[in-house]
């Protein structure tokens, strides 16, 4: 089927330690097209140094790199492991570079550090340089840590489904002759310290009748639960807020799954990664 999407560039930005994570993180963005492009009216388009970089004469390699990549992007993700990277003529890296250009165009960026342990043969030094830089990113709310390729994977979907809820992207209309469908989104907004929302969106152009919400936890805990048993209908544009009781145990990431009618008699039913915390 034909439907017409925004295009987002995800540039992935980590130096050359981390190829499998960069991989896992590629991945993740192929399973979310597959999982939400229709709905969303998104297709996100993976972006890497290694395999979408040109080899071009004239400047240094990373402003190569920035003007073919970088620039463009729409998201960011940044991920390192035991080190930094190599310097530039203007950063102390050239990830680090990525990350501080586009943070400071105002782009989403979402930086992560995997927690596996260290080899024996670590460069303590690039070790300690890279702690240093996580710790002035800190600052700025900017870091994460992973456990595994799949806890990444994870946050990733949880953080593209962040970002998706707060841009706002041109409307995609759909080709003469198709349904029109309802489209829902969600995002968990934390009140005060014991009061957290589920906000759910209809961002399509159709109504959702009678949706019904079910999370499966992704990493370990329970879901959480809503106090309400509402089956509410969601018009083009509506929010609606669940309320939601977190508790002790509770897992930081769980997949939301959307099940709603719509006006043509039929049911429809979408996922979600969503991130808690």
């Known amino acids: 089927m034909v439907f017409v999407a925004n295009v987002l560039n995800v540039f992935i930005a980590s130096p050359g330690d981390t190829s499998a994570y960069r991989d896992a993180v590629e991945a993740a963005l192929h ?3 597959g999982m939400r492009s229709e709905t969303a009216g998104v297709i996100l388009l993976p972006r890497r140094w290694e395999v979408d970089g040109v080899p071009l004469m004239g400047g240094d390699g990373q402003s190569q790199l920035n ?5 463009n992007a729409d998201i960011v993700i940044g991920i390192f492991h035991t080190r930094l990277g190599r310097a530039t003529p203007r950063s102390r890296s050239g990830t680090a570079e990525e990350i501080e250009r586009t943070h400071a165009a105002g782009k ?10 260290l080899p024996s043969d670590v460069n303590t030094a690039q070790v300690e340089e890279l702690r240093t830089f996580l710790e002035e990113m800190q600052k700025d709310g900017l870091t994460g840590s ?31 002759g ?25 961002t399509g152009d159709a109504t959702a009748r009678r949706v019904t919400l079910e999370m499966t936890p992704l990493t370990d805990g329970d879901a959480p639960e809503l106090f309400e ?44 990664t969503l991130s808690l915390f």
């Not at 990444?152 to 707060?166: F, G, R, S």
């Open 229 to 272: 048993n509402t089956k509410p209908d969601l018009r083009p544009g509506d929010d609606f807020a669940f309320m939601t009781l977190m508790f002790m145990g509770v897992a930081s990431s769980v997949r939301l799954t959307m099940t709603w009618q719509e006006d043509d008699g039929n049911t429809y039913t979408d996922e979600q």
């Open 178 to 202: 198709e349904a029109s469908h309802a489209s829902l989104r969600a995002v968990m907004r934390k009140q005060s310290t014991s009061d957290y929302r589920l906000i759910l969106t209809n």
């Open 67 to 71: 003007a073919q990549l970088v620039d």
């Open 31 to 33: 399973r979310w097209n």
């Open 146 to 176: 992973f456990a595994t390729a799949e806890d990444l994977q994870n946050q990733v979907h949880a953080a593209i489904e962040h970002d998706l809820a707060t841009m706002t992207l041109p409307t995609t209309a759909a080709p003469r």
């Open 108 to 117: 989403p960026v979402h930086v992560y550090r995997s927690t596996a342990p």
